[in-house]
């Protein structure tokens, strides 16, 4: 794909992920553990009854100078006990307020490195989920794993207690690269990983995670790494542009001295990326992850039927509500958001003492619903029909258009660009304008308009 440079240079400014509206720098105090109960029993009456959870393990062998995550090392078994112990404690307390006959349809378990801990705990919390709520046959049980600490017996637990999605966190292939970020590369090849989960489970998935923008890496990099996963004929692949977010996470300052690449040369890399995974016959979805034609993404993508949440793109068939477990970890409700405290001391301790361990979050107003249902439709399906927003909220439209307050001379403005078409109803976004949809979604964000630079880049 050919960008022109002034587009790059124009558009490639901070702008939110938007992996939720409104998004986690607006969560505050005033959503208490006390209220929880009640958020849960009222989100029993919101459509779709179908629900997701996710499940934080925050710990890691070391600390990769990358990471943007909530992530911690591990320091003792002991520690690992007492959390996943509240954890489980976490799990039967939400159990008494959400609703048994609601189906539980996607379990994920991210990090941190989930498998830094032993299989056999991520089996008792499979177990105990199963035991409290009405799982359904088909759900999607889905783990973000370091393949440095992987093994067959390892994986044999998992794809035995019924996990089958595994992210595998490659990164880049390219040893200096790792060396450079304070990273190991996979204990067994890839293939062999690849291998032994299809041939437990033929239905079962492999995504693999990358990183552009890294020490070491650059056009010629990326792409001979690019080409290696294409060899190993993933599900999915997902390639993150590197957030450097150094006054939110110090360890990243460390890349700063080993050299990140540019703008420019970011950009090449990820148009490069593109173009080979493009041409190898994924489809894109969304800015960053790559899926097979036949993959329920693209296909939602082509009913208009992708979705979203903070574990990535999803469909609305089988993604609803989230609740979340484990530290850090924010349930995404109808009409709340709730994160958990960061500390594991005060996570164990709260739970020890019966209560559920919230640390902040908001409470989504009618107008908010409406912005992130705009920008949810934009992200995802890449277009907007103000009529089908309006029907779907059952808001009318001068009241619909009043709330978004959008700038018509900048819509103007990006079509002249390229970037997306205005239409009798609404607008379609042109595959140059995938790039940017981040900026476009923050064109109906009035939220952005005033904090514009505490966001990473759009590319
Ligand atoms: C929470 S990690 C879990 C995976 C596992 N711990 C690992 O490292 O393989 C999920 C993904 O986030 C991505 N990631 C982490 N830090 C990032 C950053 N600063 N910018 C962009 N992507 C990042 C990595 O690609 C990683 O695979
Ligand atoms: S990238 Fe993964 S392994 Fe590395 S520190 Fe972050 S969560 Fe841990």
């Given at each position: 794909m050919n960008i022109a440079p002034y587009l790059l240079e124009k558009y490639n400014v901070p702008v939110p992920r938007y992996t939720s509206y409104p998004p986690a720098n607006h969560f505050?105090?005033?959503v208490t553990g006390g209220e929880m109960p009640e958020l849960i029993r009222s989100s029993n009456n919101w459509a779709p009854d179908h629900i997701g959870f996710y499940i934080h393990i925050p710990f890691c062998r070391k600390i990769c100078f990358y990471c943007g995550c909530n992530a911690c090392t591990l320091?003792?078994?002991g520690e690992v006990t007492q959390y996943t112990e509240a954890l489980k404690q976490e799990i039967r307390l939400v159990a008494k307020a959400l609703n048994r006959s609601r189906k539980v349809t996607q379990i994920h378990f991210g990090g941190g490195t989930p498998n830094s801990i032993p299989a056999e705990m991520l089996e008792e919390i499979v177990r105990l989920i199963r035991l409290e709520f009405s799982v359904s046959e088909a759900a999607e049980i889905a783990i973000e794993t370091n393949p440095a600490y992987l093994d067959e017996a390892y994986l044999e637990t998992l794809l035995g207690v019924g996990f089958n999605r595994f992210s595998f966190g490659i990164q880049d292939f390219d040893p200096q690269v790792l060396r450079n970020v304070n990273r190991e590369p996979s204990k067994l090849p890839v293939e062999q990983l690849?291998?032994?989960?299809?041939?437990?489970?033929?239905?079962?998935?492999?995504?693999l995670d990358f990183i552009y923008g890294l020490p070491g890496q650059d056009k010629t990099t990326f792409v001979r790494t690019m080409e290696q996963a294409i060899a190993l004929q993933p599900d999915r692949l997902v390639t993150f542009s590197y957030a450097h977010v150094p006054w939110l996470k110090k360890h990243q300052q460390i890349l700063e001295k080993k050299g990140l690449p540019g703008p420019a040369e970011k950009t090449a890399m990820f148009l490069s990326g593109y173009d080979a995974l493009v041409s190898a016959g994924y489809k894109p979805i969304g800015l960053d992850h790559f899926v097979k034609p036949q993959d329920d993404l693209f296909q939602a993508l082509e009913n208009k039927q992708l979705h979203r949440n903070f574990q990535g793109y999803c469909t609305r068939k089988t993604t609803g509500q989230v609740y979340a477990f484990g530290i850090t970890a924010i349930s995404q409700l109808e009409k709340a958001y709730i994160q958990n405290t960061k500390s594991i001391d005060t996570y164990v301790e709260q739970l020890s003492q019966g209560n559920l361990p919230v640390e902040k979050g908001i409470r989504v107003s009618a107008e908010q619903v409406v912005i992130r249902e705009v920008i949810t439709r934009l992200m995802c399906n890449r277009e907007l029909d103000w009529n089908l927003?309006?029907?779907?909220?059952?808001?009318d439209l001068p009241e619909l258009k009043g709330i978004l307050n959008d700038d018509p001379?900048?819509?103007?403005?990006?079509e002249a660009d390229g970037l997306l078409h205005r239409t009798e109803h609404g607008l379609t976004v042109t595959e140059t304008g995938s790039l940017f949809i981040r900026n476009i979604a923050a064109l109906f964000d009035p939220a952005y308009r005033q904090q514009v630079n505490k966001y990473s880049k759009s590319l």
């Open positions: 505050d105090e005033q320091k003792s078994t690849i291998a032994m989960v299809k041939k437990e489970n033929d239905q079962a998935a492999v995504n927003v309006s029907g779907e909220l059952q808001v001379k900048q819509l103007a403005e990006m």
